[in-house]
């Protein structure tokens, strides 16, 4: 085995802040719906304040595949890309660019993905055009979890290029395929990049035990269905696999020098819990970008550990190339930072500056420590993170300087940055990935 760390990036979809039992989940049954994930927080490091690069799915995994903000690329400007947009040629993740797995690859990883792409269709784009060797998983957003169709009907479950006709729940099927990527590595020299992006648990809510719902509903929109018992119980399935994904690691003796990050593409949805926080996904308020973070990795990450370091998703290319001793495309310069040295000493913050955009409600956001600037709709806010996570009291009026400081930076930070694009192809409104709680 290579001395080079393997990495392992398992991505929720739609997964609230609150919703693991490390992170003050409700549970189910009583206990937590998370047994596995909240032994990894306490077997490595989680972060309290970790943030997705947008609140909605495809812009946030435009920022993963590249280290930087997804707003350089047209295909991030929509929220989301949808199956409507199958065969569009502008939309999506162009194979020329240079990503976490083709930059990987290229330094001597094998790399694969499990799970959801949701950054551009077939033939323009896809995993396997932009640097992974392997692919199994969906190409568009929500699928169903039993018959793998997408919102439009069409079948979307595919093995590599070709059309994969598997029968059984889709977490279940994703988990397995990165299982078996895993132990073929066991006699592999070479080290790995393991992507496993979950659709759980993304609507339909829909659990194993619930494929009679899947006929019931045909299409995956469905708003007479769901609850908080069958939430909990997607999240649990989830779990369970992240558990046998853990297993094959000590299987295949990379337990130690594996870091494995999981965390969620957006804030929660209509069951998902973001207490103490509000919002949800499709806002820029906390609930909609503040998500889970934890990282295991024997070999470095001591138990136990806790930080309050502000991250984003596209943090982890930078980090991850700098564990793996590889350099970004000079050409494409990493707008993340590299979180190598609080995985060494969780202690060690640093500050820094992040900033959010939505066309959705024309959302504004930035962070400056422990204050944020938010604006929606035109409308300013100005809040204490610190003694406010809730963003009730907006303290525009009573700081009326550190307000305009921050408006000036943001529209600073904007400018170098391409403007909104005039086309829009961006999902309407009514929509389910619109939806709000009732």
């Known amino acids: 085995m290579s001395t080079r760390p393997n990495f392992v990036f398992i991505l929720a979809d739609d997964l609230g802040y609150a919703d693991l039992g490390c992170y003050g989940g409700r549970g189910d049954d009583g206990g ?21 690069n947008s609140p909605v799915c495809s812009p946030t995994r435009f920022s993963l595949m590249t280290g930087r903000w997804q707003y350089r690329l047209r295909g991030g400007n929509d929220e989301p890309i949808a199956s409507r947009h199958r065969g569009n040629a502008v939309l999506g993740l162009p194979p020329s660019h240079p990503t976490l797995p083709s930059l990987l690859r290229d330094a001597g990883y094998a790399t694969a993905l499990a799970g959801k792409w949701h950054l551009g269709f077939l033939p323009h784009f896809g995993p396997l055009k932009s640097g992974y060797q392997e692919f199994f998983g969906p190409m568009s957003g929500g699928v169903d979890y039993f018959t793998h169709k997408d919102s439009s009907g069409a079948h ?3 093995d590599g290029e070709a059309d994969a006709p598997h029968a059984g729940y889709l977490t279940d099927l994703i988990s397995e395929r990165a299982v078996d990527f895993i132990r073929r590595r066991k006699e592999k020299r070479e080290p790995f990049l393991l992507s496993v992006h979950y659709t759980a648990p993304h609507w339909p809510w829909e659990t194993r035990a619930d494929e009679a719902e899947a006929l019931r509903i045909g299409k995956i929109f469905h708003f007479d269905g769901g ?21 094959a690691l000590k299987a295949a003796g990379a337990d130690a020098n594996t870091i494995v990050v999981f965390t969620s593409d957006n804030g929660g949805e209509r069951f998902s819990d973001t207490w103490p926080l509000v919002g949800k996904k499709m806002d820029l308020l906390e609930g909609g970008i503040r998500v889970p973070y934890i ?30 001793g590889v350099q970004p495309h000079p050409d494409y310069p990493l707008d993340g930072a590299n979180l190598l040295p609080v995985l060494d000493n969780p202690a060690a913050s ?62 600073e930070w904007q400018r170098t940055l391409p403007e909104f694009p ?3 192809f961006s999902v309407p409104a009514t929509k389910a990935d619109l939806a709000r709680p009732p």
């Open 227 to 247: 609850s908080v018992a069958t939430y909990l119980t997607m999240v649990r399935h989830m779990d369970e696999g992240i558990g046998r994904i853990l297993e």
């Open 295 to 324: 990282v295991r990795w024997p070999a470095r990450v001591k138990a136990g550990s806790m930080t309050a370091q502000q991250a984003l998703t596209m943090d982890w290319v930078a980090t991850f190339f700098a564990a793996a």
């Open 156 to 158: 979307d479950l595919f």
């Open 350 to 411: 640093f500050e820094r500056e992040l900033f959010w955009r939505m066309k959705f409600r024309s959302q504004k956001a930035m962070l400056s420590g422990r204050w944020k600037y938010l604006s929606i709709e035109g409308d300013e806010f100005l809040f204490d993170l610190a003694t406010d996570a809730r963003e009730r009291a907006n303290r525009s009026a009573r700081e009326p300087q550190r307000l305009a400081a921050m408006r000036a930076r943001y529209a």
């Open 422 to 424: 005039d086309t829009t």
């Open 32 to 52: 937590s719906c998370s047994p596995v994930l909240d032994r990894m927080a306490a077997e490595g490091l989680r972060f309290t304040d970790g943030y997705s």
